[in-house]
């Protein structure tokens, strides 16, 4: 380990943790840094995927050759192996090993980590000057809290934690959720004809086809400026299409219960993997009844009835707040509260948290685009915030409380008036709750990536670093005064060629 520079610990090795690795070695030639890693191999979530069915690309790593617009995992997976070899990040990533608690010592300005080797139990302590989180937003999977899971006795599983030593053949399976896991994962396991599949709802979901086309500049121009415009097409896509193509594919039987009365958005969209045209087969049908309880051989139905199960899988979700590592910053205060319920700095940074940057934190995940440019554009932005720290300009930088308090009213402001709040949903809790929406970013994903474009240096706090800090003060006020001296140049010269328009005079 060289100490010459600051040290910077990754927590994760997914596609968050991996861009931000990438970033560190390319734009600021940063060697001195390692990613922890609980598990054995790279990839979370979206690489490590874990479900029949599923089907990514990093901006700086664009890859011309996908075969289809949906890819599928082998493909993702290779996608992500090659730039991880590419990039030479094996030498810098420890597997296995989960970080469990990083605690800023403010006497130091260090972190100070405690990690844990999951193979052994092991329990090590190191430091960094930086930490990046990269831990994901779908880590913890939510187990509903239906009564009895315990007493049953076949096989259940949750569908980040798929269970693939288990076949399915001629088994009776109950799926519990109907949301972009359920509805991507029913098809894949329903093709086999032997396994009968019951899915149990709760509440009905948007489901659209899935499709691509491009705007052209004028049908743009036209949504920008003609009024209402915008929010007409909304509705006529979202309710009208949606509804079109929901009772063109579903089996009529099902249309009262499938077709939901919110409106389209206020939940994630779910994009059909094949799961409407699954409904027709005789293998497969919808339970709308509602859970009263799981029992040893079976789900309990609110009517009494119970419904004999060989299998049960969740795809029940997860919950966005929780994580398995704690962070203490100043006042051995705890993130908790900023992911609960306050939020955070531009989804990235905490007051209190001095050299803690995170990735998809709070309010930063965007509710129908992908989660990769959210990623590369947070990564942006902190490599921008990390600079002076690695060129050892500064030692620390923390966000005020002033300016995340400032955001976080912005963005709740912004949030009122979206669609968001018209429905329970896993961005305001874990479903029922009807919490404040801490997890979506209320707005385009491109004003995200406007307002991250470069830091506000005036909303932090640098330690170490006030000569810098001063200076970069001091070459923006002469750079304001430029372009003041520069625009009355010119516009003292046009209004002299004015002068000289004929007849001006
Ligand atoms: C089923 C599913 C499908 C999805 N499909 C898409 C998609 O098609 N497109 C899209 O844009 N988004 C998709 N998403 C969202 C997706 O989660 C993100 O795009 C992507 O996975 C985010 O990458 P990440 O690195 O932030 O998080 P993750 O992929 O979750 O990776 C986090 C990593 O951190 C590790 N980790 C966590 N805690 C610790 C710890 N304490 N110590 C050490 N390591 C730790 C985890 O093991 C994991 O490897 C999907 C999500 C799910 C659940
Ligand atoms: N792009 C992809 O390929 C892809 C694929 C899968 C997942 N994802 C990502 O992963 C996210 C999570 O998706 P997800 O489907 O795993 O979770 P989800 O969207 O939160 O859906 C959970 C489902 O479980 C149901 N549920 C939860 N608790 C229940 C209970 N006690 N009883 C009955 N039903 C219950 C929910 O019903 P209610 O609606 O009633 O709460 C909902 O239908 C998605 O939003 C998406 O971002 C992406």
């Not at 100070?112 to 092991?122: A, K, Y």
């Not at 997860?318 to 203490?328: E, M, N």
């Not at 921008?384 to 005020?400: D, F, Q, R, W």
């Amino acid at each position: 380990m060289h100490r010459d520079t600051p040290r910077v610990v990754i927590v994760g090795a997914g596609i968050a943790g991996i861009t931000m690795a990438v970033n560190l070695r390319n734009k600021l030639r940063h060697d001195n840094f390692v990613i922890y890693e609980k598990a054995g191999s790279i990839g979370g979530t979206v690489v490590g995927l874990m479900f029949p069915g599923t089907g990514t690309c990093l901006s700086t790593e664009p890859n011309p050759y996908w075969e289809n617009y949906y890819i599928t995992q082998p493909e993702i997976r290779a996608y992500w192996e090659k730039i991880y070899r590419k990039h030479d990040l094996a030498s810098h990533t420890v597997f296995n090993t989960r970080v469990t608690l990083v605690e800023w010592d403010e006497e130091n300005g260090v972190h100070n980590l405690t990690l844990e080797d999951v193979m052994s139990g092991q329990t090590i302590q190191t430091q960094a000057e930086t930490v990046i989180q990269a831990v994901g937003f779908f880590t913890t999977p939510m187990y509903p809290d239906i009564p009895g899971k315990e007493k049953f006795t076949g096989p259940l599983w949750h569908s980040s934690q798929w269970r693939h030593d288990v076949d399915l053949k001629g088994m009776t399976v109950g799926v519990v959720g109907n949301g972009c896991s359920a509805t991507q994962f029913i098809p894949a396991i329903a093709a086999e004809p032997t396994t009968r599949v019951i899915n149990f709802c709760r509440t009905p979901q948007w489901i659209g086809m899935r499709s691509n086309y491009h705007y052209p500049e004028w049908a743009k121009w036209a949504f920008a400026h003609v009024p209402f415009l915008l929010h007409a097409y909304r509705s006529f896509m979202m309710i009208t299409v949606l509804t079109w193509y929901m009772r063109r594919t579903a089996p009529a039987k099902y249309h009262d219960n499938l077709i939901p009365t919110y409106p389209p958005g206020c939940k994630r969209l779910v994009l059909d993997s094949n799961y409407l045209a699954a409904l027709h087969q005789p293998n497969v049908d919808l339970n709308w009844t509602g859970i009263q309880e799981i029992v040893e051989d079976g789900i309990v139905l609110k009517t009494g009835n119970k419904v004999p199960l060989d299998a049960i899988i969740f795809g029940t979700g997860f919950y966005l707040a929780k994580r398995d590592v704690v962070f203490r910053g100043i006042g051995g205060h705890t993130l908790k509260h900023y992911f609960e319920s306050e939020g955070g700095y531009y989804g990235t940074v905490f007051p209190g948290f001095p050299n803690l940057f995170t990735i998809v934190g709070p309010n930063s995940a965007s509710a129908h685009a992908s989660l990769i440019f959210i990623i590369e554009t947070q990564v942006n932005y902190i490599m921008k915030l990390m600079k002076p720290i690695i060129n050892g300009k500064a030692k620390s930088l923390e966000v005020t409380q002033k300016a995340t308090t400032y955001y976080n009213t912005w963005i709740q402001r912004r949030m009122a008036s979206t669609i968001f709040l018209s429905c329970f949903s896993y961005y305001r809790g874990d479903n029922r709750t009807g919490a404040k929406n801490v997890a979506t970013f209320p707005g385009m994903i491109s004003l995200y990536w406007w307002i991250t474009r470069k830091p506000r240096w005036d909303d932090f706090k640098v330690v170490g670093g006030e000569q810098w800090f001063y200076q970069r003060r001091k070459v923006a006020l002469m750079n304001y005064a430029l372009v003041g001296l520069m625009v009355s140049v010119v516009g003292y010269n046009f209004s002299m060629l004015w002068k000289l328009v004929p007849g001006r005079w």
